[in-house]
């Protein structure tokens, strides 16, 4: 293993490792919509919150009116990730949860004249953090929607923004004021329920190009973002060995692989922001985050007709699959659904309950390639009512129920004899 011991170091008790996977490596999952809320897959909870007919929750919000929208996502937050939940993911041998917020939980930073979230999650939060810290698990708290939306139309930035904001100077510096005081929350010896947090990703999947926004992003955001949060931890007197691991997505891999059928080679692409090290001056504790869906890629005409589009591709290109770039990199969202033309359509993949051998065997071989990294981290936990159904190929609960899962990981596929049939 490459990692020292301190990647997954905690801020608790003046220790420098008080609390480490056995493994070495990541075994996680998101709590998808628990704090920031994506309709599309929840729309059962969407439309019993009476949020059906809106598309984020400051669409929400707006709709049902402060009081009332406050009292439904108090439910929800309540509810939607419980404690049997946790003991759950625990004897299912995961080692790791991934918590997306929004900017928005520290209310604040709202503009109430021209804003519209709902107040009172950060209790939640804590609840949360504290069942999963007393069940040993590792804790990464993840800024999901970002000041202004760091992208435009998605839900999973809290808002339908026309167009992305974020990346202006007072936009970051709300994103920043977050940032500090997240750190002051979770550095604080004296609460036993963070004890467990030991990563902030500082923005989730801003914009996939290379212009003035992402150039501002890696010169101004980053570099800042990171100094704010070690001045507050500094502040504390944290230890540097104590201090949180600071996460950024994984730069654009410029290595060509070897392809197959019509397109003979590809780029395995990662994020495609740029470098996120590239104006770093200090990256102590730096960790970077990957998001591979293979549904929404054509490395090597996986989803091209006549070359791909089959279970052997996908298995295949799982197979073959590097996900090397900045270092350390956790694999921090992936799932088990195919390309939109073929996950309920194509004999071939649907319905996914008459191909559950198969699925078993992708999802061994996905986390096989990103246990050669530094672990994953399976988008999601929960999922209801995608696409007018329940989908287990999104929410790792359900995968256990149609018993897809590999015991013990990585150990029981390696050099196992997989095959592209």
């Not at 929404?296 to 589009?309: E, I, P, R, V």
């Not at 694999?331 to 659904?337: A, C, T």
Request: charged share 20%.
């Amino acid at each position: 293993m490459m990692w020292s011991l301190p990647l997954f170091a905690l801020a608790y008790a003046g220790t420098s490792q008080a609390w480490l996977p056995a493994s070495g490596k990541i075994r996680g999952v998101s709590l998808g919509s628990q704090f920031v809320m994506e309709h599309w897959m929840a729309n059962d909870e969407w439309n019993k919150m009476d949020c059906g007919g809106t598309e984020s929750e400051f669409d929400c919000v707006s709709k049902l009116g402060q009081a009332q929208a406050n009292q439904a996502f108090a439910t929800h937050w309540n509810t939607w990730t419980t404690k049997d939940d946790i003991a759950k993911m625990q004897s299912y041998g995961i080692n790791t949860i991934r918590i997306p917020v929004g900017y928005w939980m520290r209310e604040d930073l709202v503009f109430s004249d021209s804003e519209h979230f709902p107040q009172g999650s950060l209790k939640y939060l804590e609840q949360i953090c504290g069942w999963a810290s007393d069940a040993g698990l590792y804790i990464i708290i993840d800024l999901h929607g970002a000041p202004g939306a760091q992208i435009a139309g998605n839900s999973d930035t809290g808002q339908n923004a026309p167009s992305p904001g974020f990346y202006v100077d007072w936009q970051y510096e709300r994103a920043y004021k977050f940032l500090e005081w997240m750190t002051n929350i979770v550095q604080n010896k004296a609460n036993r329920a963070y004890r467990n947090v030991g990563m902030l990703e500082i923005v989730n999947e801003p914009l996939q190009s290379s212009n003035s926004q992402t150039d501002s992003m890696r010169k101004n955001y980053y570099p800042t973002a990171w100094k704010r949060i070690r001045a507050a931890e500094e502040a504390l007197r944290i230890d540097k060995n104590n201090r949180l691991h600071i996460q950024m997505m994984v730069k654009t891999a410029s290595t060509l692989q070897s392809g197959h059928g019509t397109n003979s080679t590809s780029q395995n692409t990662k994020w495609g922001s740029g470098d996120p090290h590239q104006y770093l001056t200090d990256d102590w504790f730096a960790a970077y985050d990957d998001h591979r869906y293979l549904k929404y890629s054509n490395d090597n005409g996986l989803n091209q007709a006549g070359s791909g589009k089959t279970p052997a591709a996908y298995l295949k290109q799982s197979c073959i699959d590097d996900r090397g770039g900045n270092w350390p990199t956790i694999v921090g969202e992936f799932s088990l659904s195919v390309a939109n033309d073929l996950e309920n359509s194509s004999p071939a993949f649907a319905p996914p309950g008459d191909h559950v051998d198969w699925y078993k065997r992708w999802f061994a071989a996905q986390i096989q390639a990103y246990e050669k990294q530094s672990g994953w981290i399976f988008w999601s936990w929960k999922a209801n009512f995608i696409g007018g159904r329940n989908d287990w190929r999104w929410s790792y609960k359900g995968m256990r129920i149609q018993r897809i899962w590999a015991v013990e990981f990585y150990d029981d596929y390696e050099d196992d004899g997989l095959t592209f049939a």
